[in-house]
């Protein structure tokens, strides 16, 4: 049986902090989460008032009363604006007294002037969540036992959310185990307890709405309008909002539910709603979603309700809007799911499936659905107007498809414009830079042509512009920009030029080039010491794209901020990326984010990992190969050089010897010299005699940007040696918390060999005390 309430480590020490700086300590949390138990453990004697806002007989104290310290629960019904004054005007006349509140919502309006001022200090649902150690101790409280890892499975389970964990040790503590069937009787009881105290008491369409809206991750005004058929769904999303915590709204415009509680919302809709009643509900989604062609979504909702007539027209709406962009990523599981018949009958369906598969490396397969595509024009009338459409789509692939060779498209871009003048086929919209920030290095790699920019940009800029369309708006002279670039001239005046267009290409042409556009200046901006200023640059257009619902390009954008942030030594905002956005699965390469992978690896060289580093490199280099990824493989040799080097592995000078063979032949600079410090002495020692005043020149570019960014790549913290398997297991045991004796105890092992061990430890670390090692381990990445 559980004797006492059971907070999380800290949070007493944290809340005196805040009484000693603040004299109003808010508490903001969904149900559930303990506010109640946790003020009445904390705030305790003779002069507290405990008053609730949700008592029909609730009447704010009297300011010459005995108490110090009034706490309000449930203050999320204190809605009338006199009461409202009344509080504040007791918060203002006492300096001396603390309030404590305790509410489901957020901070309302009424007391934000407090916030601002320092007066209130506001604790979080998170604030209240149970960690392992707290976890641990309510478990022990009912009498149970477990071990580590199922501890870790039940706050995995739970999320440190204390109703379920404390529901979860009751069964536990009566016997019962640690089971899926467990885990639902838990569930059931919170549902059950979420129906009860929240639920029931919104109003018969607020409950209606909310049902309406749970099968939705996020959703705006407008669908909670059309999904539900309430016109005021905007006042009641406000009011919920002001009400509770159980409803979020991450953006001005973007709402979310309480994972579990929409969890809840689901497990009342499948009670309350009938087959038919879901169904429109996705239909109108899956409507919703397709006006404002955001596809994927789309074809979730109708997928649900198994609308496969739905599923296949909209994929080939999405081929014949969004070919060149066509968020293959997303739509490749309803691509896999049709039958092969019916995507023999669409040429724009087998365009797809060829681009798909060219996209996940299996080239033999995308061929394959070309030939298909070939076949099926060439098995019709020549007038038929599938012909047409079938050819013009064999021209579109002709063009992007990966693994093509460009110096093929020196004849096909005029062949292929000739073809558009006589009206033979028409261009569907293209992706040239796939979402990256480069045109040389976007959707194919342009190398072969920068033997021959002058001469291309003059005979080639005219049907290229032409075949592209709005893709091509601003492309010639920003493809032979980043050219010169790569070769290391100063593109400063190009550069200038294309930003005195800017306006046009936003308003005539794509935002591809316009990211393509700032990608180059930011890394002329680096390239001349002017890193924040490229930071600018780019977060500036990050927030346009935002704002303009361009959130395919946010990936790379993200990535490239990153990429600058590792140059400034911005080591948390570095670790952050790394931590949430870095692609994280070598296992199956997505090439449309190789640019986050090679950034990925850059985080891991910098974190002092070149083992992880060229783990995460290595699946690129299939794709560099059958894709003549030129730039790409260079970047992939220096970056593995420097990998191999750290490690002592002698390979590093052959894998850096071909980088500086692909850049000699296209006589390009900058793709070596921007790893500067990292590359430098590689360069001084790899003994590369092909041509010496090249290797020259790359030695002096690199070291300029290393005077510029000397630390830029190199490990924020090395270890002094590696740790051996059984260190790494007594690390992993002290970062739980575990003390010499427990440690012994769990692998068996002497007091006197754990406490060898643990010096060993804090030696290789670098570090003096045990209660650095969690921290420095978590950002050696030697735990997670």
């Not at 029909?56 to 009297?62: E, K, S, V």
Request: aromatic residues 10%; hydrophobic residues 40%; neutral net charge.
């Amino acid at each position: 049986m559980k004797k006492t309430i059971v907070l999380r480590r800290g949070l007493s020490d944290q809340v005196q902090a805040a009484l000693a700086q603040s004299r109003v300590l808010f508490f903001s949390a969904p149900c559930g989460f303990g506010k109640t138990a946790a003020a009445q453990a904390l705030f305790t004697g003779r002069y507290v008032q405990f008053l609730s806002a949700d008592d029909p007989a609730f009447r704010l104290p009297a300011a010459g009363g005995k108490w110090r310290v009034l706490v309000i629960d449930d203050l999320q019904y204190l809605a009338g604006e006199e009461d409202q004054q009344a509080l504040c005007a007791l918060i203002r006349r006492d300096p001396e007294r603390r309030f404590i509140f305790l509410s489901r919502s957020e901070v309302p309006g009424w007391l934000i002037p407090f916030q601002t001022t320092g007066i209130l200090t506001e604790f979080r649902a998170q604030d209240l969540a149970l960690d392992r150690e707290s976890a641990g101790r309510l478990l022990a409280e009912y009498g149970v036992t477990v071990s580590d890892p199922t501890l870790t499975a039940i706050l995995h389970q739970t999320k440190g959310y204390p109703l379920a964990l404390d529901l979860l040790a009751d069964h536990m503590g009566q016997g019962e185990p640690y089971n899926e069937e467990t885990v639902d009787l838990v569930r059931r009881k919170i549902f059950l307890y979420f129906e009860e105290m929240v639920f029931r008491r919104f109003s018969l369409p607020v409950r209606r709405m909310l049902l309406d809206l749970s099968p939705f991750e996020t959703f705006d005004i407008e669908l909670a309008r059309l999904i539900s058929g309430n016109s005021r769904a905007g006042e009641v999303l406000g009011r919920l909002q002001r009400d509770t915590t159980m409803f979020l709204q991450r953006r001005l415009d973007r709402y979310t539910f309480w994972p579990i509680f929409q969890t809840f919302l689901l497990w009342k809709m499948d009670q309350e709603y009938s087959h038919e009643q879901k169904r429109d509900l996705y239909s109108r989604g899956g409507l919703y979603y397709e006006l404002r062609e955001d596809f994927g979504s789309a074809l979730a909702c109708y997928s649900k309700i198994g609308a496969y007539d739905k599923i296949s027209n909209l994929l080939v709406k999405n081929a014949q809007i969004h070919p060149g962009m066509g968020h293959y990523d997303e739509m490749e599981p309803y691509y896999r799911a049709l039958p092969e018949s019916e995507i023999l009958a669409s040429p724009a369906l087998m365009q797809g499936m060829s681009m798909l598969c060219a996209l996940c490396m299996d080239y033999e397969g995308s061929e394959r659905w070309y030939q298909a595509l070939e076949n099926f024009a060439q098995g019709r009338n020549r007038f038929d107007s599938d012909v047409r459409e079938a050819k013009s789509r064999l021209a579109w692939l002709d063009i992007a498809l990966p693994q093509r060779s460009v110096e093929k498209a020196v004849e096909l871009f005029p062949a292929v414009f000739r073809r558009m003048v006589d009206r033979e086929i028409s261009m569907s919209p293209f992706s040239v830079t796939s979402t990256l920030p480069s045109l040389m290095n976007g959707g194919k790699d342009f190398s072969l042509w920068s033997r021959k920019d002058d001469l291309l940009y003059k005979t080639l800029r005219l049907p290229v512009e032409k075949v592209l369309g709005r893709d091509g708006v601003g492309l010639a002279d920003c493809a032979i920009a980043e050219s010169k670039f790569e070769k290391g001239e100063d593109i400063r005046d190009r550069v200038m030029s294309l930003l005195q267009r800017m306006d046009k290409i936003r308003r005539e042409g794509s935002p591809d080039m316009e990211f393509a556009i700032v990608g180059l200046l930011a890394r002329m901006q680096v390239d001349l010491g002017r890193a924040l200023d490229a930071r600018k640059s780019v977060e500036e257009l990050r927030q346009r794209f935002v704002e303009a619902g361009e959130g395919r390009f946010l990936g790379n954008i993200d990535a490239l901020l990153c990429r600058i942030d590792l140059l400034l030594g911005d080591d948390a905002a570095v670790d952050s990326w790394y931590r949430e956005k870095a692609p994280q699965n070598p296992q199956r390469l997505r090439v449309m984010k190789r640019y986050q992978y090679f950034t990925q690896a850059m985080v891991e060289l910098a974190q002092g990992d070149p083992r992880q580093a060229l783990i995460t490199l290595s699946p690129l280099e299939g794709y560099c190969q059958a894709c003549a990824r030129y730039l790409d493989g260079i970047q992939l040799s220096i970056l593995s050089a420097i990998a191999l080097q750290r490690l002592r592995d002698s390979r590093w000078r052959k894998t850096l010897c071909a980088a500086l063979d692909t850049a000699l032949s296209f006589r390009f600079l900058r793709p070596v010299s921007q790893y500067g410090a990292a590359v430098l002495p590689l360069l001084e020692a790899c003994g590369w005699k092909k041509d010496e005043a090249f290797l020259r020149k790359l030695v002096s570019a690199s070291r300029e940007q290393a005077s510029l960014y000397p630390d830029y790549l190199m490990p924020w913290q090395e270890m002094t040696a590696p740790l051996s398997a059984a260190e790494l297991q007594v690390l992993r045991l002290i970062c739980a918390n575990k003390s010499n004796a427990e440690i012994g105890e769990i692998l068996d092992i002497k007091l006197s060999t754990v406490k060898t061990h643990v010096s060993n430890i804090l030696r290789k670390l670098a570090i003096k005390r045990r209660s650095e090692a969690k921290e420095t381990a978590e950002r050696l990445h030697l735990i997670h």
